[in-house]
T-cell receptor, first 112, second 113 residues
Framework: SQQGEEDPQALSIQEGENATMNCSYKTSINNLQWYRQNSGRGLVHLILIRSNEREKHSGRLRVTLDTSKKSSSLLITASRAADTASYFCATDAGGSGDKLTFGTGTRLAVRP | KAGVTQTPRYLIKTRGQQVTLSCSPISGHRSVSWYQQTPGQGLQFLFEYFSETQRNKGNFPGRFSGRQFSNSRSEMNVSTLELGDSALYLC????????????FGSGTQLSVL
C-alpha cells in the first residue's frame, strides 16, 4: 500500500521556471526523503528531512515538512531540461521496520 | 566507489518458470532492500536484509524469496512466474538500515510472457 500520495501526478513547465511537488502521508514518520528517477532507471536520493525539521535546502532544491498536516513539498528552482524525471517521496514510518514506503510519484517535464 | 550493481539488466521468462536476480551493494553497505515497481502499483517493498538476516518482508506471496551472503551481496528469487510479476525490480543498499538514505541500482526489467 502507498503511504504517500503525490500531487500533481504530472507537471509540465518551461525551462527556468520553478516546479513544486507535494506529498501527503498517512502515519507519523521519523523522516521523509525525496528521490528522482529517470525513465526506467534506478532512483537517486535527493534530500532527507527529519520529523523535527521544517525546511531543508540542497542546491536548487528546497524541501518543507509540515508534520501537523502530514505533508511535504519539494521545490526545484530555475528548472533545467535535465530535471525531467519522476520524483517520489518516501517515508520512514517509525515502527514499520527497516523500510521506506514510497509515494505515487510526480512526473515532471521541463520544456527547453 | 562503485555503485549498486544489479544483474541482469533485462530478463524475459515464460509463465511457470523461476528467476534469480542478483544485487551487489556498495562496498561497506550491509543493508540491502528490494523493491518491485510497476505502472499500476508503483514502488512496493519486497524485503530487507542485514548481515544475512531478513529483517522485514513486504506483502508478497511466498513465491518471492531472497537471501544475503556474508559479503552482503543479495539475490532474490521468484518461482512459478505469473504475468503479473512483470516489473522493474530494484535493489538498494545502505550502511545499516533500509530506512536511511538508499542507493539504488539500475534495476532488472523482468518480462513474463
Amino acid at each position: 500500500s502507498q503511504q504517500g500520495e503525490e500531487d500533481p501526478q504530472a507537471l509540465s513547465i518551461q525551462e527556468g521556471e520553478n516546479a513544486t511537488m507535494n506529498c501527503s502521508y498517512k502515519t507519523s514518520i521519523n523522516n521523509l526523503q525525496w528521490y528522482r528517477q529517470n525513465s526506467g532507471r534506478g532512483l537517486v536520493h535527493l534530500i532527507l528531512i527529519r520529523s523535527n525539521e521544517r525546511e531543508k535546502h540542497s542546491g536548487r532544491l528546497r524541501v518543507t515538512l509540515d508534520t501537523s498536516k502530514k505533508s511535504s513539498s519539494l521545490l526545484i528552482t530555475a528548472s533545467r531540461a535535465a530535471d525531467t524525471a519522476s520524483y517520489f517521496c518516501a517515508t520512514d514510518a517509525g515502527g514499520s521496520g527497516d523500510k521506506l514506503t514510497f509515494g505515487t510519484g510526480t512526473r515532471l517535464a521541463v520544456r527547453p | 566507489k562503485a555503485g549498486v550493481t544489479q544483474t541482469p539488466r533485462y530478463l524475459i521468462k515464460t509463465r511457470g518458470q523461476q528467476v534469480t536476480l542478483s544485487c551487489s551493494p556498495i562496498s561497506g553497505h550491509r543493508s540491502v532492500s528490494w523493491y518491485q515497481q510497476t505502472p499500476g502499483q508503483g514502488l512496493q517493498f519486497l524485503f530487507e536484509y542485514f548481515s544475512e538476516t531478513q529483517r522485514n518482508k513486504g506483502n508478497f506471496p511466498g513465491r518471492f524469496s531472497g537471501r544475503q551472503f556474508s559479503n552482503s551481496r543479495s539475490e532474490m528469487n521468484v518461482s512459478t512466474l505469473e504475468l503479473g510479476d512483470s516489473a522493474l525490480y530494484l535493489c538498494a543498499s545502505s550502511l545499516a538500515s533500509g530506512r536511511e538514505k538508499l542507493f539504488f541500482g539500475s534495476g532488472t526489467q523482468l518480462s513474463v510472457l
